[in-house]
């Protein structure tokens, strides 16, 4: 059982130091800056041909990334962004909630008083309902045009 136990253990402790996690390297040269993006985050990228695609992304090949089955070459991306879930919900849980409560607000003024006028309070409403739909991110976004350049790189851990 002991010799059982120490195999296991061996194996184990000898995949995760051989074991690579794989991310997208963000760089920019001329700032001198670089950061990584871990395999299975969330981010929103923007292509050259204006598609906007948000969602976990897999590393196919060293050129080819996989969001919500369609698959994107590095050079056709021309800016990402992270995205991460949390953040996502919290402003969309604030946005809905504010418009909730304004139209609770404006609705229950123009029924206490019967002023028409009170109901004009209601334009934002749409707005924010839009706001929280389109779920806005404002983490700073990595454009190609700004030299910033991605490459999928090994992460040893």
């Known amino acids: 059982m002991l010799r059982l136990s120490l195999i296991i253990f061996s194996i184990f402790t000898i ?9 997208i390297k963000v760089f920019n040269d001329q700032q001198s800056k670089e950061f990584l993006i871990k395999e299975n985050k969330r981010i929103r990228i923007k292509t050259i041909d204006d598609h906007k695609i948000s969602g976990r992304f897999k590393i196919v090949d060293d050129e080819t990334i996989l969001i919500r089955k369609r698959t994107i070459k590095l050079s056709e991306i021309e800016k990402l962004k992270k995205h991460p879930l949390g953040m996502s919900i919290i402003i969309n849980g604030i946005l809905y909630y504010y418009a909730a409560a304004l139209t609770a ?53």
């Open 105 to 157: 607000a404006v609705l229950t003024t123009y029924a206490e008083t019967g002023e028409a006028l009170a109901l004009i309070l209601l334009a934002p409403a749409p707005g924010l309902i839009y706001g929280g739909i389109k779920s806005p991110n404002i983490l700073k976004g990595y454009n190609t045009e700004n030299n910033w350049q991605f490459q999928i790189t090994g992460i040893n851990e």
């Open 15 to 23: 995949n995760c130091s051989i074991a690579q996690e794989r991310g």
